[in-house]
């Protein structure tokens, strides 16, 4: 089994940056692709970024240019740097990530990590 723990969330003002950070023990061969989620209240919960394991990335438009993801197979770390924060990226963030034989979607997942970002 796979475990992921997220970390780095917190209230930011407007235009502000964050760095989130997710660790993962366990059976980390396992892993494939890893990825930042995340819910806003009332909405469903969507794909921020992914990373695969040769590095490639894939980013939702709303975040292209302002957020980066990062992977450090050594460290078993998936890194989220986000950077001119708007009120509408407020939302619970969730690390993931894809085993082996899945080719869509995530088999494991973090509990989240708040992010608020006040205007």
């Known amino acids: 089994q796979v475990q992921l723990v997220e970390s780095g969330g917190g209230l930011v003002q407007a235009g502000g940056s964050l760095r989130l950070s997710c660790v993962a023990s366990?059976?980390?061969?396992?892993?494939?692709?890893m990825a930042w989620y995340r819910q806003a209240p009332g909405k469903q919960r969507e794909l921020v970024a992914l990373?695969?394991?040769?590095?490639?990335?894939n980013y939702a438009d709303s975040v292209k240019g302002r957020f980066t993801i990062s992977r450090d197979n050594a460290k078993n770390t998936a890194n989220l740097q986000m950077n001119s924060l708007k009120p509408e990226d407020t939302a619970v963030y969730y690390c993931?990530?894809?085993?082996?034989?899945?080719?869509?979607?995530?088999?494991?997942w973090g509990k989240g990590t708040l992010v608020t970002v006040s205007s």
């Open positions: 993931a990530g894809q085993g082996p034989d899945t080719i869509y979607g995530m088999d494991y």
């Open positions: 990373i695969n394991r040769g590095g490639s990335t």
């Open positions: 366990g059976s980390i061969f396992m892993i494939k692709a």
